[in-house]
């Protein structure tokens, strides 16, 4: 069982930078981690993702602007957020699939963290 915790969310206004990590009770480094995140009335979506080979994956909405990392020896991902947009306010997630089975899907991950909110003001 590993535990994910997220860090770095806060009130920002739009065009600035945020960068989002989420440490891992264990080791991750065979695991697909994904950024999800869910707006107020919305459904929880996908943002980005990253393999254990460290290939990303980008939802279009997000491409250009958002970049996912990972740290190995400590066990962390990040999700670094330029030129945020009042739509990127959301609760994000981060979440771990055990199988690496491809994109991400919600309903696939193994593991997830109770989430860190993002709110982008005008």
């Known amino acids: 069982q590993v535990q994910l915790a997220e860090f770095g969310g806060g009130l920002v206004q739009a065009g600035d930078s945020l960068r989002l990590s989420c440490v891992a009770s264990g080791s991750i480094n065979t695991y697909t981690m994904g950024w999800f995140r869910q707006a107020p009335g919305k459904e929880r979506e996908l943002v980005a993702s990253i393999s254990s080979d460290d290939q990303t994956y980008y939802v279009d909405s997000v491409k250009g602007r958002f970049t996912m990392s990972r740290d190995g020896a400590k066990n962390i991902v990040f999700l670094t957020m330029y030129s945020l947009k009042i739509e990127d306010t959301a609760l994000y997630y981060c979440?771990?699939?055990?199988?690496?089975?491809?994109?991400?899907?919600?309903?696939?991950?193994?593991?997830w963290g109770k989430g860190t909110v993002v709110t982008v003001s005008s």
């Open positions: 979440a771990a699939d055990r199988e690496g089975r491809g994109t991400p899907t919600v309903g696939g991950m193994d593991y």
